[in-house]
């Protein structure tokens, strides 16, 4: 799960959402099927096919001066499928398949490579996610790194975040991805439950977990983050309590907590369906934030810092997610793989969400790219300030220097909506989510949408 990817990453990629309803009074309790997580704006039911033309143009342009540019590969393939997972994602593919994928997106590359928009800049961030990058094997894994250094070289690059389920990995294969460059190494541990990952599908077990961090330990990776999922199917008090202590007892470099949700495409909602039920088989919303908040204060007693709606980090000194705050100031991202969502120049974009007319695009010469959308200058706006927010504060200034705007004014409708529902307080330039707002945050950010992109469908 998170995204951003393999699992609910906080720039989930390949999704299917709603929207959460909107309004404090339309809060909804209990876990009913759909998303809450807001990973981009406007939603993406609003990207279309006449939105190419746009992304063509974008690619043709030379690259706004000083805007970074980020990497971003999904590997979609898991060796099982969690029973909560919403990803484009395939446990039926042969190594052949796989390499077939793997040359496609190489290729992909080398075909963005000789657009205008790269202009003479490098890359500053990569991000592989899933699915399950550390699915791959140690040969695809050093001959794709190899191909894709080759076609846009790695020299400058801040950070490199992989995606890890830890049922994959073994110490060789953790030392090849040290090896080929990862300094964020992000472990989908999501619980530490043998009967829970069992039940909600994950492949992985406890044992795995613990030999897997430790052989990452080991090699010294600068980061290693773990993802936790609060409230999964089964979930209890003393057993989120043991997880709460089993990550202390790990001392990760961050942690990322994300509340369970059921979104249409997966095995729990087919399962609802079935048994005609409007309830999720999970915690209601009010228990899930209870226990992030409990996590968090738990972290925060051993000096973690709580940098946003999701994380909390171990040293904020040391600690950055280049790729998250990048993405949310309005990096371009060239997306790579199937169903891959970018932005380039203005534009965001979405590849083929399907295996075969992804590869069969780039074998016949083309990219992949099935819709887009070029938002206005208010869109644009509101897309930061709305991620933003996110990390818990935001700053006026910011948004007067980037796009001209007085945010204070532009939102002062719902900035005071949700001040007077006792979530947010503004000092001086500064926005501020207390930690009840932080902890509903995505249910919140659609106070900010545009009325046309309220309760819109995101598949
Ligand atoms: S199937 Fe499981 S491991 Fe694979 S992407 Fe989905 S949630 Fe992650």
Same mark, same amino acid.
């Given at each position: 799960?998170?995204?951003?990817?393999?699992?609910?990453?906080?720039?989930?990629?390949?999704?299917?959402?709603?929207?959460?309803?909107?309004?404090?009074?339309?809060?909804?309790?209990?876990?009913?099927?759909?998303?809450?997580?807001?990973?981009?704006?406007?939603?993406?039911?609003?990207?279309?096919?006449?939105?190419?033309?746009?992304?063509?143009?974008?690619?043709?342009?030379?690259?706004?001066?000083?805007?970074?540019?980020?990497?971003?590969?999904?590997?979609?393939?898991?060796?099982?499928?969690?029973?909560?997972?919403?990803?484009?994602?395939?446990?039926?593919?042969?190594?052949?398949?796989?390499?077939?994928?793997?040359?496609?997106?190489?290729?992909?590359?080398?075909?963005?490579?000789?657009?205008?928009?790269?202009?003479?800049?490098?890359?500053?961030?990569?991000?592989?996610?899933?699915?399950?990058?550390?699915?791959?094997?140690?040969?695809?894994?050093?001959?794709?790194?190899?191909? &894709?250094?080759?076609?846009?070289?790695?020299?400058?690059?801040?950070?490199?975040?992989?995606?890890?389920?830890?049922?994959?990995?073994?110490?060789?294969?953790?030392?090849?991805?040290?090896?080929?460059?990862?300094?964020?190494?992000?472990?989908?541990?999501?619980?530490?439950?043998?009967?829970?990952?069992?039940?909600?599908?994950?492949?992985?077990?406890?044992?795995?977990?613990?030999?897997?961090?430790?052989?990452?330990?080991?090699?010294?990776?600068?980061?290693?983050?773990?993802?936790?999922?609060?409230?999964?199917?089964?979930?209890?008090?003393?057993?989120?309590?043991?997880?709460?202590?089993?990550?202390?007892?790990?001392?990760?470099?961050?942690?990322?907590?994300?509340?369970?949700?059921?979104?249409?495409?997966?095995?729990?909602?087919?399962?609802?369906?079935?048994?005609?039920?409007?309830?999720?088989?999970?915690?209601?919303?009010?228990?899930?934030?209870?226990?992030?908040?409990?996590?968090?204060?738990?972290?925060?007693?051993?000096?973690?810092?709580?940098?946003?709606?999701?994380?909390?980090?171990?040293?904020?000194?040391?600690?950055?997610?280049?790729?998250?705050?990048?993405?949310?100031?309005?990096?371009? &991202?060239?997306?790579?793989?199937?169903?891959?969502?970018?932005?380039?120049?203005?534009?965001?974009?979405?590849?083929?969400?399907?295996?075969?007319?992804?590869?069969?695009?780039?074998?016949?010469?083309?990219?992949?790219?099935?819709?887009?959308?070029?938002?206005?200058?208010?869109?644009?706006?509101?897309?930061?300030?709305?991620?933003?927010?996110?990390?818990?504060?935001?700053?006026?200034?910011?948004?007067?220097?980037?796009?001209?705007?007085?945010?204070?004014?532009?939102?002062?409708?719902?900035?005071?909506?949700?001040?007077?529902?006792?979530?947010?307080?503004?000092?001086?330039?500064?926005?501020?989510?207390?930690?009840?707002? &932080?902890?509903?945050?995505?249910?919140? &950010?659609?106070?900010?949408?545009?009325?046309?992109?309220?309760?819109?469908?995101?598949?």
């Amino acid at each position: 799960m998170p995204l951003g990817n393999e699992h609910m990453s906080e720039m989930s990629q390949p999704v299917d959402t709603t929207t959460a309803p909107s309004g404090q009074a339309a809060e909804e309790k209990r876990t009913t099927v759909g998303n809450y997580f807001v990973s981009n704006y406007p939603p993406f039911s609003f990207w279309k096919k006449e939105g190419v033309d746009d992304f063509e143009r974008a690619i043709a342009r030379p690259p706004e001066p000083g805007t970074p540019l980020g990497l971003y590969l999904h590997i979609p393939f898991c060796r099982k499928r969690c029973h909560f997972c919403y990803f484009r994602v395939y446990t039926d593919k042969n190594a052949a398949a796989i390499n077939g994928y793997l040359k496609a997106a190489v290729k992909e590359l080398e075909c963005y490579r000789r657009q205008p928009f790269i202009g003479d800049r490098s890359l500053d961030f990569v991000y592989f996610g899933g699915g399950t990058p550390s699915y791959l094997s140690v040969d695809q894994l050093t001959q794709l790194t190899q191909e &894709l250094k080759g076609v846009l070289p790695w020299d400058r690059v801040r950070e490199v975040t992989f995606e890890c389920e830890p049922g994959t990995l073994t110490s060789h294969k953790l030392k090849a991805i040290r090896e080929l460059g990862v300094t964020r190494l992000s472990l989908g541990i999501e619980n530490f439950d043998d009967h829970i990952l069992e039940i909600n599908g994950r492949a992985h077990r406890s044992r795995e977990i613990e030999r897997a961090y430790g052989d990452a330990r080991e090699l010294g990776f600068p980061q290693i983050n773990i993802d936790l999922i609060a409230g999964m199917v089964e979930e209890t008090e003393e057993n989120w309590r043991r997880c709460i202590e089993k990550t202390l007892a790990l001392s990760p470099d961050s942690v990322t907590i994300y509340q369970m949700e059921v979104p249409y495409n997966t095995t729990i909602y087919k399962e609802m369906k079935e048994a005609g039920k409007l309830v999720a088989p999970v915690a209601d919303w009010e228990t899930k934030r209870r226990w992030v908040k409990e996590a968090f204060h738990a972290l925060e007693e051993a000096g973690y810092t709580v940098g946003s709606a999701y994380t909390a980090v171990k040293d904020k000194s040391k600690t950055s997610f280049v790729y998250r705050d990048q993405l949310w100031a309005g990096a371009d &991202l060239l997306a790579l793989g199937v169903a891959s969502f970018g932005h380039i120049g203005g534009t965001h974009y979405q590849n083929q969400h399907d295996f075969e007319p992804y590869v069969n695009a780039i074998l016949d010469g083309k990219l992949p790219v099935y819709r887009g959308l070029t938002p206005s200058a208010d869109e644009r706006l509101i897309r930061e300030f709305i991620l933003q927010l996110k990390l818990g504060r935001s700053r006026c200034s910011y948004f007067n220097d980037k796009f001209g705007t007085d945010v204070l004014e532009r939102f002062a409708e719902p900035i005071d909506r949700i001040r007077k529902w006792g979530f947010l307080s503004v000092d001086g330039d500064e926005l501020r989510l207390n930690r009840e707002g &932080l902890l509903q945050v995505d249910r919140l &950010l659609h106070e900010f949408f545009l009325p046309e992109h309220r309760n819109a469908r995101y598949a």
